[in-house]
């Protein structure tokens, strides 16, 4: 079983709906959470770093951890076209949000004019 | 623009064959981590390099090797390619070894 299981998709949603990318996860010594979106063709870009439980928003988005849980969220409100493309969680147990990350295998979304 | 730059975009090698993929890494970033990305899954750490010394390494065989030079720039080497090793190979740069880490666009490689 993979450390890191992503909600596989894919999603497709009109322009300006609310979207739910979600994860969950089995090791406990994850402390960093992150989300990247990838465009077809190029590598990951983060968009989300949160450390340990809470919420974390930053304009359109909101990323919600639940460590009790060991599950992690993407809440993408007024979904535009420009935001189709694939989403990643990743995760770490140290160093931040850099190297060393498990990922989940992407959910790909798109969004309808 | 992330700065980070990779080569060759594409290529294609036949099982068996040696392949050295190359990564420039962002101006100023001493770390640079490789993943490897299979089609339709997350990208799995290979290995990062840290000021020339590997710093970490994920679950690769030994056919995996990987070098960084004085620059930071990188190359991830692979021996005695399997068809399995057909992915995307990204590379990421990052300040510092516990700093946000940008990606590249990657390399496509085909093992035929």
């Known amino acids: 079983q993979k450390e890191v299981e992503q909600d596989p998709g894919p999603l497709s949603v009109p322009e300006g709906a609310i979207v739910s990318l979600n994860c969950t996860y089995s090791?406990?010594?994850?402390?960093?959470f992150m989300w990247y979106r990838q465009y077809s063709r190029k590598g990951p870009e983060l968009l989300m770093y949160?450390?340990?439980?809470g919420n974390k928003e930053d304009g359109r988005f909101t990323a919600q951890v639940d460590k009790s849980s060991k599950y992690i969220s993407l809440f993408i409100r007024d979904s535009q076209p420009s935001d189709s493309a694939t989403y990643l969680c990743?995760?770490?147990?140290?160093?931040?949000?850099?190297?060393?990350?498990?990922f989940g295998d992407g959910t790909t979304l798109t969004v309808k004019p | 623009e992330t700065g980070v730059t990779q080569s060759p975009t594409h290529l294609i090698k036949t099982r068996g064959q040696q392949v050295t993929l190359r990564c420039s890494s962002q101006?100023?970033?001493?770390?640079v981590s490789w993943y490897q990305q299979a089609l339709g899954q997350g990208p799995q750490f290979i290995f990062q390099?840290?000021?020339?010394?590997?710093?970490g390494r994920g679950n690769f065989p030994p056919r995996f090797s990987g070098l960084q030079f004085p620059n930071y720039s990188s190359e991830l080497n692979v021996n005695a390619l399997e068809l399995d090793d057909s992915a995307l190979y990204l590379c990421?740069?990052?300040?510092?070894?516990?700093?946000?880490?940008?990606f590249g666009p990657g390399t496509r490689l085909l093992v035929l």
């Open positions: 990421a740069s990052s300040l510092d070894a516990g700093e946000t880490q940008y």
């Open positions: 090791n406990s010594a994850f402390q960093y």
């Open positions: 949160t450390y340990s439980s």
């Open positions: 990743a995760m770490s147990a140290r160093g931040g949000n850099a190297g060393k990350s498990t």
């Open positions: 101006s100023g970033h001493n770390t």
């Open positions: 390099y840290y000021r020339e010394e590997e710093n």
